[in-house]
């Protein structure tokens, strides 16, 4: 069985270190975890491990956050996985920091890689891991907010945050959506 697991974010180093690349850096820790490496194909940096006899397939698009769905829809058709095993990992700044939240469906809530998701996909029912950013910014500031840099304080706690998100991800390939909204909802 394949899962296509999707990290959201912006190609290039000036953006590697920025909130709105929460999904490239969970996508990054979960490769070191299984000792594989990101190799540049069509659309997307994609690597590829096995877990519990499943296939992970890990994909950072890179077409931009907000052309997001292109690199998904081909990947899913590539590689021929359903969108039921398709789960996109993204920032969210309704969240406060490092609170993690999946769900089945939902609306793009504003955010422009999910929009473009739902755009080609033609649907809103894929699941997705959200990862609290926070909003602590003043109106009108929310770009230089998400593509700035972590705080000192966010820095202390991201690690172990991702290491939840990681955990997620583990169940979303083994024990189902549901099962793994259950488990790990509220940690």
Same mark, same amino acid.
């Given at each position: 069985? &394949?899962?296509?697991?999707?990290?959201?974010?912006?190609?290039?180093?000036?953006?590697?270190?920025?909130?709105?690349?929460?999904?490239?850096? =969970?996508?990054?820790?979960?490769?070191? @975890?299984?000792? =594989?490496?990101?190799?540049?194909?069509?659309?997307?940096?994609?690597? @590829?491990?096995?877990?519990?006899?499943?296939?992970?397939?890990?994909?950072?698009?890179?077409?931009?956050? *907000?052309?997001?769905?292109?690199? =998904?829809?081909?990947?899913?058709?590539?590689?021929?996985?359903?969108?039921?095993?398709?789960?996109?990992?993204?920032?969210?700044?309704?969240?406060?920091? /490092?609170?993690?939240?999946?769900?089945?469906?939902?609306?793009?809530?504003?955010?422009? /890689?999910?929009?473009?998701?739902?755009?080609?996909?033609?649907?809103?029912?894929?699941?997705?891991?959200?990862?609290?950013? /926070?909003?602590?910014?003043?109106?009108?500031?929310?770009?230089?907010?998400?593509?700035?840099?972590?705080?000192?304080? @966010?820095?202390?706690?991201?690690?172990?945050?991702?290491?939840?998100? &990681?955990?997620?991800?583990?169940?979303?390939?083994?024990?189902?959506? *549901?099962?793994?909204?259950?488990?790990?909802?509220?940690?």
């Amino acid at each position: 069985m &394949k899962y296509l697991i999707v990290g959201l974010g912006n190609p290039g180093s000036e953006y590697a270190e920025t909130r709105h690349n929460i999904g490239f850096k =969970v996508l990054d820790a979960l490769a070191n @975890e299984y000792g =594989v490496s990101f190799k540049s194909e069509k659309l997307a940096h994609v690597a @590829e491990f096995k877990f519990k006899g499943r296939t992970i397939i890990l994909i950072k698009p890179t077409t931009y956050m *907000n052309l997001s769905g292109k690199a =998904v829809n081909y990947w899913m058709q590539a590689e021929k996985i359903s969108i039921e095993n398709t789960l996109v990992i993204t920032d969210d700044i309704a969240l406060p920091f /490092g609170k993690l939240r999946m769900k089945g469906k939902g609306s793009d809530g504003g955010h422009n /890689g999910l929009k473009d998701i739902q755009l080609i996909l033609k649907t809103q029912e894929y699941a997705r891991l959200r990862f609290g950013v /926070g909003h602590d910014f003043n109106q009108g500031r929310q770009v230089d907010y998400v593509l700035g840099q972590w705080s000192d304080d @966010e820095k202390q706690t991201l690690d172990e945050r991702i290491g939840v998100a &990681k955990e997620f991800i583990k169940g979303f390939c083994t024990i189902g959506l *549901n099962q793994t909204m259950s488990n790990f909802n509220n940690k």
